[in-house]
């Protein structure tokens, strides 16, 4: 089992960067496959971007591909979401998550896949 912990939320303005990290209790982390999910008020959590257990494979949602970069530090017990020109429509909490290698990793884009262990989730607000 595995436990989250998602840092570096916060209110910026459009066009603004930032970077969440997510830290992971456990000397296991370098077998999880972790990716991002996001969610606003009303709505389901979204898929956001995966990343494999190396971090030799990386996907992405179609809404942020070109602007978010997800990385893992293993050594750390890390993963990090590098967030580039943010949009408002980006606001949103935005939950890491884990999961043990099956298949492969585009699945965690599918509305009906959900992945065992999640963190508590950061805010990130951005203004026009």
């Known amino acids: 089992q595995v436990q989250l912990v998602e840092s570096g939320g916060g209110l910026v303005q459009a066009g603004d960067s930032l970077r969440l990290s997510c830290a992971a209790s456990?000397?296991?982390?370098?077998?999880?496959?972790m990716g991002w999910f996001r969610q606003t008020p009303g709505k389901e959590r979204a898929f956001v971007a995966v990343i494999d257990w190396n971090g030799h494979s990386s996907y992405y949602a179609d809404s942020v591909k070109g602007r978010f970069t997800i990385s893992r530090d293993n050594a750390k017990n890390t993963v990090y979401l590098q967030m580039n020109t943010l949009k408002p429509e980006d606001t949103a909490v935005y939950y890491c998550a884990a999961d043990h290698p099956s298949g492969h990793i585009t699945r965690w884009s599918s509305s009906t896949y959900i992945p065992p262990y999640w963190g508590q989730g950061t805010q990130v607000t951005v203004s026009s």
């Open positions: 456990g000397r296991t982390f370098g077998s999880y496959v």
